[in-house]
Nanobody, 118 residues
Framework: QVQLVESGGGLVQAGGSLRLSCAAS????????MGWHRQAPGKQRELVAS??????ARYADSVKGRFTISTNAKNTVYLQMNSLKPEDTAVYYC?????????????WGQGTQVTVSS
């Protein structure tokens, strides 16, 4: 099993910044990638950003140039969110996925609320 502990959500005004952190523990061997997804009320969960074990990052088009994902190369992933917009308001979920034989197995954090006021 993999345990994920998220921190850093909160309330911020539009144009402000927040930094999310997620620490993974447990069976974190064979990691494929870590990242962040978000889900706004009435919408589907969507990928925000992810980073592979080799450091390759990808972002949703809506956050490119504003958000930056990084890791400590061990067990923690960060999401630096700048120039926040009200449409970034959502519950943000940390994701850890690893190889389990020939399959990818996903683990999720409990979520942290990010609210951006206009």
């Amino acid at each position: 099993q993999v345990q994920l502990v998220e921190s850093g959500g909160g309330l911020v005004q539009a144009g402000g910044s927040l930094r999310l952190s997620c620490a993974a523990s447990g069976s974190i061997f064979s990691m494929n990638a870590m990242g962040w997804h978000r889900q706004a009320p009435g919408k589907q969960r969507e990928l925000v950003a992810s980073i592979t074990s080799t450091g390759s990052a990808r972002y949703a088009d809506s956050v490119k140039g504003r958000f930056t994902i990084s890791t400590n190369a061990k067990n923690t992933v960060y999401l630096q969110m700048n120039s926040l917009k009200p449409e970034d308001t959502a519950v943000y979920y940390c994701n850890f996925n690893r190889w389990d034989g020939s399959y990818i197995k996903n683990y999720w954090g409990q979520g942290t609320q990010v609210t951006v006021s206009s």
